[in-house]
């Protein structure tokens, strides 16, 4: 499944989103 993938786009996206 692509859950580990998406997580992690979700979490540099959200860690580098300020």
């Not at 499944?1 to 300020?18: F, K, P, V, W």
Request: glycine letters at 6%; a neutral charge.
């Amino acid at each position: 499944m692509a859950l580990q993938y998406c997580s992690r786009l979700i979490t540099e996206r959200a860690d580098g989103t300020s």
